[in-house]
């Protein structure tokens, strides 16, 4: 299987099933029956997809790391990450700031009316709190800034044993308080280490995966199965599912390269962009749908293919239309 050193078609083909299973956990966001079977299933399956995301970006950073200057990085990562983060919250933030109060930001913080103008904006954009998926840009901001500190782990491998005590951290930490920014740098470090580990070990990996992926598969299968049912210490069995899925997905696009969808790639391309644009498309369309044509639909299952699938549509049309008008300014624009 012919490949580049630095370009590697099963991780790339894995960003696109990523950005699939974010979009795909936030489209349940606000919906009213979470007991039905329906929910269940589709929530424990797409549930917490940051993993995946936070996994690959560990393994690039690694993949990627052998001319790293920590300057040019961060440049790097100031103009594709924070500079379309600004410009993607200032719509929600005019919103969040000059149209009245959320609840849920009064449940976070209860004087947050009383703030001034300044510092309610500075406190969103330094918690993400002002729309759903992007608390994930200050904490993979966190990432950035150690760079230097997971380098030297990953220059002396045998500091990888660190592993085991972070994974621990994250099942005692689990995903919560989404808004607290520390506290999700803690959980997902070690599925960023994770995903170095990989990629320092990518050779090993496949080799030991191609002799033992039929136990690995089982049992991957069975936690996601598993994981479906509503179990003591639910958060750590997601986090288990997650990180095995991680393996699942690199191992079986890696052998299955050749049959991957070609439309797999094209999500990989403007991931970024989904990610960053996806959520005001999933309140524009639910808004559409129940205010403007007063369409309910009770089955979860339908209402949520419906969604996911329109939203993917008209997100990815938006990107198409972006990256037309200002070329490949528009990654600096909206991250792709």
């Not at 594709?80 to 009064?106: A, K, M, Q």
């Not at 496949?206 to 690995?216: A, I, M, N, T």
């Not at 339908?302 to 549509?313: A, E, H, R």
Request: charged content about 15%; glycine content about 4%; proline content about 4%.
């Amino acid at each position: 299987m012919a490949e580049s050193k630095t370009y590697l078609n099963y991780i790339h083909n894995f960003r696109g099933i990523a950005i699939i299973f974010v979009v795909g956990g936030h489209i349940l966001y606000g919906w009213h029956d979470k007991s039905s079977i329906g929910y269940q299933i589709i929530n424990s399956v797409f549930q917490n997809g940051t993993v995946l995301f936070i996994f690959i970006a560990g393994y690039l950073f690694q993949h990627l790391s052998k001319r790293f200057e920590y300057r040019s990085y961060l440049e790097k990562k100031v103009t594709n990450v924070l500079l379309p983060y600004l410009i993607v919250s200032l719509p929600i933030l005019l919103l969040r700031v000059y149209s009245g109060t959320p609840e849920y930001l009064l449940e976070i913080e209860p004087d947050y009316a009383n703030w001034s103008v300044a510092r309610r904006c500075f406190w969103l954009l330094m918690t993400g709190a002002h729309l759903l998926p992007l608390w994930f840009v200050p904490m993979i901001t966190l990432f950035y800034l150690c760079a230097p500190l997971l380098l030297a782990i990953d220059r002396r491998p045998r500091y990888y044993w660190i592993l085991i005590l972070l994974v621990i951290v994250s099942l005692l930490v689990p995903r919560k308080e989404l808004e607290n920014i520390p506290r999700m740098f803690i959980h997902f470090l070690s599925v960023y280490v994770f995903g170095m580990f990989c990629s320092h070990y990518k050779n090993e990996l496949l080799e030991f995966s191609k002799r033992w992926w039929r136990p690995l598969t089982a049992l991957t299968v069975v936690v996601v199965v598993v994981s479906l049912f509503n179990i003591p210490l639910y958060d750590q069995m997601m986090y288990v599912q997650k990180m095995l899925l991680c393996w699942f997905f690199i191992y079986w696009l890696w052998r299955w390269d050749a049959y991957v969808p070609k439309v797999t790639a094209f999500l990989a391309e403007i991931s970024f962009g989904i990610f960053f644009l996806h959520f005001y498309f999933v309140i524009g369309l639910r808004y559409v749908q129940e205010q403007v044509l007063h369409i309910h639909i009770p089955q979860i299952v339908l209402y949520w293919s419906i969604q996911f699938v329109g939203v993917m549509v008209t997100t990815s049309v938006f990107i198409w239309i972006m990256q037309k008008i200002f070329g490949k300014r528009s990654r600096m624009l909206i991250g792709c």
